[in-house]
């Protein structure tokens, strides 16, 4: 409100020369049609003036459109990759147990070194299966004698029979003795194989290549054929299994895309490793092998399992590991800071996106996954679009604002793959 002072409605005298008179006239001295005109004049001036403040103070209080940062979504080509924790194990295990009754005369190996198929670990005492071979070897000298003996006779009965010098029943005889003798050389061959065998089976040897652990007995132990306790463990190392567990409702909606195109899906999956208590990678490059035909009932996963070289012996089974298994790549998706996406009650992913005349626009996309520090969005964005990273508190649907590029350091820290900055707006 602006206020009239007293002094404009104060009429002073003037000389004619202009000078004033210093003294107050009274108004009645004055005509009042002058005296009209004048307070007329003054207070029109006084209210132009209060208008033109308060119609300054009007326009310089209009609130400016909210500055928000944005960058431009720039579809690329993702490698689909996923981490999964799993545990190695050997590729191949041996238990060794021996297969004959005997004591242990010897043992053959140093506990903890490398041993290769067939060599020999353990003597067993063969003496007693070297007599039972040299007996099956002497009752298949006396079978063999009796053949020849029979074998002749029979002969000679052949041509009788035919002059019938001998019956027919008698010649019948001796072609069976023949057969049983025949039979007897048969049986006797057999058993002279196995006490060959028994007597290899005192040689207790490797059945795999790989590490050897502890021997279990030493000389003078008795052992009994097949029984519980195993005598050594030998473990191949090179190669080694990693078994790892995945989702199965991610592993059903990868094979989904896979079969439909969506992803592409490399000959050889590339596995690559890193030991957890260390947190070192491994540096060489393993490969899935299969995945496993049944969900665990009790955690909902499937079992998958990759096979890695391991020359130097670095992997151990047993180790706990964690995996990244590279399933392919998939088109045309948009890599978005964590910050810029917002959810609803229901965990619905969305984005704000800054449209023509800068107006913002609330956006639905789909975001499941992440890479980084970035969101992995699939669906509901195009290339180009200006994205808000920053200034989200001011968002409402077709608000104005100003939109502002990311600089190119927030871009490195943000979204290093996600957009490009956006151009600001004109």
Known sequence: ????????????????????????MPPMMLSKTFLRLMTTAALSAVLWSCDSQEGGQAAGGARPAPEVTVITAAPQTLRITERLPGRTVAYRSAEVRPQVNGIILKRLFEEGTEVTEGQQLYQIDPATYKAALDSAKAQLAKADATVKSARAKAARYGELVKLKAVSRQDYDDVTATLAESVASVADAQATVDAAEINLAYTRVTAPISGRIGRSAVTEGALVTANQATTLATITQLDPINVDLTQSSDKLLKLRAQMANGTVQAPERVPVTLQIDNSGTPYGLTGTLQFSEVVVDETTGTVRLRATFPNPNRILLPGLFVRATVDFGSRENVFLIPQRAVVRDASGKAALWVIGDGDKAERRPVTAETTQGTNWVVTEGLKGGERIVIAGLQSMAPGAQVKAVAAPPAGQEAGQPAGGQPAPAAK
């Open 1 to 24: 409100m602006c206020t009239v002072p007293y002094s404009l409605l104060t009429v002073h005298a003037f000389r004619r020369d202009g000078t004033p008179t210093h003294q107050e």
